[in-house]
T-cell receptor
Framework: NAGVTQTPKFQVLKTGQSMTLQCAQDMNHNSMYWYRQDPGMGLRLIYYSASEGTTDKGEVPNGYNVSRLNKREFSLRLESAAPSQTSVYFC???????????????FGDGTRLSIL | AQTVTQSQPEMSVQEAETVTLSCTYD???????LFWYKQPPSRQMILVIRQEAYKQQNATENRFSVNFQKAAKSFSLKISDSQLGDTAMYFC???????????FGKGTKLTVNP
């Protein structure tokens, strides 16, 4: 049972390049999320998707786009990378059934992205 | 908007001793969950313990326990018999029942010294 899988695990980009971070979950969860983690800032929500075909902005959406391709996959795209987007990115998923069992979000292992 | 505050950026403790990490939160909601996550150097986000706001009894998981004070909006984590493997970042997080979004504190870096 893989859970939440993120690719790639590491990436270095030059300013202005574009890139898509991929995320897939095999738990049949409805909701998926993208967070960024910066030193001293905790995890901040970039975008989330409550169900297939829907997306909504989180706390720090500027400079990012997302796509909920299907129930399993939720991608994050940087159209024109900037040094301020250097961060560790986490994808997470959550099933609406989970509220009954009080299960928290399941996280991927993160992507370390450096923009030069 | 909900906020979560962890006032201790860094803490250290000697192996086998007890340490308490602080967390306060701000919300007007009555039904919510609170969580403590551990993030070791491997970067994984690992759930340590959770607390449902409607439960008065404090949650415990082996060496980990919480002191949940709903009126004071406080949710501290106590680690007993600290082990070297407890060295990690610890994040307090809040989630409303009617929302599926987590709000995180900025974290506390805990170092357990031999």
């Amino acid at each position: 049972n893989a859970g939440v899988t993120q690719t790639p695990k590491f990436q270095v980009l030059k300013t202005g390049q574009s890139m898509t971070l991929q995320c897939a979950q095999d738990m049949n969860h409805n909701s998926m999320y993208w967070y960024r983690q910066d030193p001293g800032m905790g995890l901040r929500l970039i975008y989330y998707s409550a169900s297939e075909g829907t997306t909504d902005k989180g706390e720090v959406p500027n400079g990012y786009n997302v796509s909920r391709l299907n129930k399993r996959e939720f991608s994050l795209r940087l159209e024109s990378a900037a040094p301020s987007q250097t961060s560790v990115y986490f994808c997470a998923s959550y099933g609406t059934w989970a509220a009954e069992t009080h299960q928290p979000q399941h996280f991927g292992d993160g992507t370390r992205l450096s923009i030069l | 908007a909900q906020t979560v505050t962890q006032s201790q950026p860094e803490m250290s403790v000697q192996e086998a001793e007890t340490v308490t990490l602080s967390c306060t939160y701000d919300t007007s909601e009555n039904n919510y969950y609170l969580f403590w996550y551990k993030q070791p150097p491997s970067r994984q986000m690992i759930l340590v313990i959770r607390q449902e706001a409607y439960k008065q009894q404090n949650a415990t998981e082996n060496r980990f326990s919480v002191n949940f004070q709903k009126a004071a909006k406080s949710f501290s984590l106590k680690i007993s018999d600290s082990q070297l493997g407890d060295t990690a970042m610890y994040f307090c997080a809040f989630m409303m029942l009617r929302s599926e979004k987590l709000v995180f504190g900025k974290g506390t870096k805990l170092t357990v010294n031999p």
